[in-house]
């Protein structure tokens, strides 16, 4: 008997979802490739190859999609019919809502995110060789290089692996990725917690409580309890779960999980990625701007001052972090719903309301300056100064709260991979000269 089906009867009503609905997208992936697989559906030329493969399209990602006009969609719903349609225990989605329509592609009632909550509560007691190796690791060492190292120690307990090794179908190997899964990200903020406390406080970090929806648990972990946070918790970990398949950490963890690493391997592998100063370094960045603008323009900002602030950093050859992004062509929905929080929970932040004057002049001094294809803010220009408001300073420790929020996205996506039965990666690589030759052919 494989291990994971007995522990699956107390999340019966998700596995059951899931089934009906891998069924049927394995009779369209197979239809797809039968009666579609030589269709071309896109133009790989040198540039592409020689910068990222920026815009290429190779991958297949269920769970969002991103638009260079709507911004990102989750299982095609927008964020604001995200916040309208997912339950939350005040305004802003619960996580658990935002993973429930990830795995299944369907809004979930009350009573399935509930079940999920309490199911996520119950799987978040971290073990005991994971808890040894996060206490014996050194202050200085960076949270991200901490979390990866936790992570990794996690695959010692892996469903897939012992159901891999007792010789499990290939068409259920979804099943115990699954059961990692759903055991990873309700570890994940206890971990992130214990790093904190580690790293800042006093070491001492609170049990989290069946009662609590995981931003809750967290919230309090990381030791705070105004309800506030928590639900900038909620709105924070629901908006960076997930941003298509290209970027570096989804990617990574897509890659790493088609070789059929365990789930933990495959996702201390993308938060490695994350780590990187181009990937989810931007926000600390973004905010360590925007408190050097402060200090510059005081507490009664105006729009002029900010004007030529931007037009000084552009002019000394930098540029102004938090706005433009690689696929997005609008101002990212994302910041949007950040600055609408901050107008609903918050009166008194100067830095929330230079945020919101640089909304105004930014663009336009971007589109002054001949930079005009994207002028506009990202995720990153608004959530550093809300974490930076309510007392979360610690800028290392940013990426870390991306990485367990990117972990609904990453280990979704893998189950996916797992239901579909994806192949290994493996894709063509060029030399410079192979390259040469074929564009001497033209």
Not at 15 to 30: H, N, Y
Not at 195 to 216: A, F, H, R, W
Not at 318 to 326: R, W
Request: glycine share 8%; proline share 5%; hydrophobic share 40%.
């Amino acid at each position: 008997m494989i291990f994971s089906r007995a522990n699956f009867r107390r999340i019966s009503t998700l596995k059951q979802i899931m089934e009906a609905k891998i069924a049927e997208s394995r009779q369209r992936l197979t239809k797809l490739k039968k009666d579609h697989g030589n269709v071309p559906i896109d133009q790989v030329t040198i540039d592409q190859v020689v910068r990222g493969m920026r815009g290429m399209k190779a991958l297949l990602t269920e769970t969002s999609r991103l638009d260079p006009f709507k911004g990102i969609t989750f299982r095609g719903l927008s964020i604001p019919e995200c916040q309208q349609r997912l339950h939350g225990k005040y305004r802003e989605p619960m996580p658990e809502s935002m993973y429930w329509l990830l795995l299944t592609g369907e809004v979930p009632t009350f009573d399935q995110v509930e079940e999920l909550r309490g199911e996520l509560a119950k799987r978040s007691q971290i073990p005991a060789h994971t808890l040894d190796l996060l206490n014996s690791l050194p202050k200085h060492m960076h949270p991200m290089t901490q979390l990866s190292m936790g992570v990794l120690s996690l695959g010692a307990e892996s469903e897939f692996m012992k159901a891999y090794d007792a010789g499990v179908k290939k068409s259920e190997y979804w099943i115990s990725t699954l059961e990692d899964s759903l055991s990873l990200v309700a570890k994940l903020p206890g971990m992130a917690a214990i790093i904190y406390n580690n790293v800042y406080k006093d070491g001492k970090t609170c049990d989290p409580s069946i009662k609590y929806d995981l931003s809750e648990n967290f919230g309090r972990m990381l030791g705070f309890s105004d309800n506030n946070f928590f639900e900038l918790m909620r709105l924070y970990l629901t908006i960076h779960c997930d941003h298509e398949g290209g970027n570096v950490s989804s990617h990574t963890t897509h890659l790493v999980g088609s070789a059929l690493s365990d789930v933990y391997k495959a996702y201390s592998a993308g938060l490695n990625g994350l780590a990187g100063p181009l990937h989810g370094l931007a926000n600390q960045e973004c905010l360590k701007w925007l408190l050097e603008l402060w200090k510059v323009v005081g507490d009664n900002a105006e729009e002029d001052s900010i004007a030529v602030y931007v037009k000084e950093t552009l002019k000394n050859g930098k540029v102004v972090p938090g706005y433009g992004h690689a696929v997005l062509r609008v101002t990212d929905p994302r910041f949007l719903v950040q600055m609408e929080f901050a107008k609903k929970s918050i009166d008194d932040c100067p830095l929330c309301k230079i945020v919101a004057l640089c909304y105004k002049v930014i663009p336009r001094v971007l589109k002054e300056h001949g930079k005009a294809q994207n002028p506009y803010p990202n995720v990153d220009a608004h959530s550093g100064a809300l974490l930076y408001y309510y007392g979360l300073r610690e800028f290392e420790f940013y990426t870390v709260l991306f990485g367990v929020s990117r972990a609904l996205g990453c280990t979704a996506s893998t189950i996916w991979d797992r239901a579909l039965m994806l192949p290994i990666e493996r894709p063509a690589s060029m030399t410079m000269e192979g390259l040469e030759e074929f564009a001497a052919k033209e």
